[in-house]
Structures are given as structure tokens and as C-alpha cells.
């Protein structure tokens, strides 16, 4: 059978590259008290995280943010910043949004492709892998006849402005919905793996 062929408007894909690009060096430096104790975080050092690699007609680009880690005043305990990362993840929320919306409507392959058409680096155990996990459905809306996720069409409509890192990391954390405090559900009620399990069912 032969593969569907992906048509995605030109407008489109810019508006993808220039909003993603623009995390380019953002810097996420918001830690809440540690965990273990309650005792105040105290800068540590930075760690370079890679939030998605884009195929663009120069060749891949890797998309990387900075995430501040600090140390637990009292127990010494590793914090990691408020990041745009689902725990257990490698790449950004905004683009695991994208693959497990997609793959409510598609298959985890044609999912895959659309997402390269768009200039975004992932395949389908990726998507698969997202799709059947324990992470929430995200809020989406249709634009250019794709449903896409509230978290990502922000990214795309963010006003860019300045040099690398210009975006709010603040603005960005909110429109993602925190997710690198999101915690699954124990019962896994509204999550994308219950969603594809009634899915395949039918």
C-alpha cells in the first residue's frame, strides 16, 4: 500500500520553524523548595537540554534550552528548575502534545510523518511510545485542518522579538501546562494510553 502523501501549507511550516526556534537559548531558572525537606534551593549550575532537533532546508538544527539546577540548602538534595519537559522524557511538551494529538486522529506512522512535513525530527516508536503512555490529553484546536495542541499553536503565535532566549520562560511553562510537575493520575483516567486503548478497541 502506498505511503500517504503529507501536504503541508508553506505558511505553515515557517510558522513552526520560527516559533520553535524561538526557545533557542531560553533559560528556565524557577525551582519551588525541595521536595524532600522543604529546604530552599540554591543555584547549583546550568544543564543544556535538547527540546527538539528541526530538519530545515540548511540541515538538522537542534533546538536547545538551559535548565538552572540547584541544591537543597538543607539535605543537599539535586532540584531541577520548573522545565518544559514531561518527567521521562526527551524532548519538549509542546511537541509530545503534538505527537499524542495527532495520533488520536492517525496512525502513529502517518503522525510521524506529518510532524516531519513540518520540519520536526521524531518517528513512530517515538510517537507510539507517547501516545500509549500514562501522559494527559492535551487541549487542542484545528488549524490548517490539523488538530494541534493549545500548548504548540502558542509556541507557534508567541511574538518574537530580540535575540536567542527572548521568549518568556514563564510564558512558556504556563502554556504547557507545568508539566514538569504533572503527575499521573493512579487510576490513568484522561490519559493518552486510556484514550488509545478504547481507541483500538473499536
Known amino acids: 500500500m502506498p ?3 503529507v501536504k503541508i501549507p508553506s ?3 515557517t510558522t513552526v520553524m520560527v516559533g520553535i526556534s524561538s526557545l533557542e537559548g531560553t533559560l528556565f531558572a524557577t525551582a519551588k523548595p525541595c521536595p524532600l525537606c522543604g529546604g530552599k534551593p540554591q543555584p547549583y ?3 543544556k537540554k535538547l527540546y527538539v532537533t528541526l530538519k530545515t532546508p540548511m540541515g538538522r538544527k537542534k533546538i536547545m534550552v ?6 537543597c540548602k538543607k539535605c543537599g538534595n539535586l532540584i531541577y528548575a520548573q522545565e518544559p519537559f514531561y ?8 511537541i509530545v502534545d503534538m505527537a499524542i494529538s495527532l495520533s488520536r486522529l492517525h496512525s502513529y506512522s502517518h503522525t510521524a510523518e506529518i510532524m516531519k512535513a513540518l520540519g520536526i525530527e521524531i518517528d513512530r516508536g517515538s510517537v507510539r511510545n507517547y501516545a500509549l503512555s500514562n501522559l494527559p490529553i492535551p487541549p487542542a484546536n484545528f488549524l490548517y485542518g490539523m488538530q494541534l495542541p493549545n500548548s504548540f499553536i502558542s509556541l507557534m503565535t508567541k511574538e518574537i522579538s530580540g535575540s536567542k532566549g527572548s521568549v518568556s520562560s514563564n510564558e512558556i511553562l ?9 503527575k499521573p493520575p493512579i487510576d490513568g483516567k484522561n490519559t493518552s494510553a486510556e484514550f488509545q486503548k478504547r481507541k483500538n478497541k473499536h
Open 3 to 5: 505511503k500517504q502523501q
Open 66 to 71: 538551559n535548565v538552572r539546577r540547584f541544591k
Open 174 to 182: 504556563a502554556s504547557s501546562g507545568y508539566p514538569s510537575a504533572y
Open 87 to 94: 518527567p521521562d522524557t526527551r524532548i519538549g511538551s509542546a
Open 11 to 13: 505558511l505553515l511550516i
Open 45 to 47: 549550575d546550568t544543564k
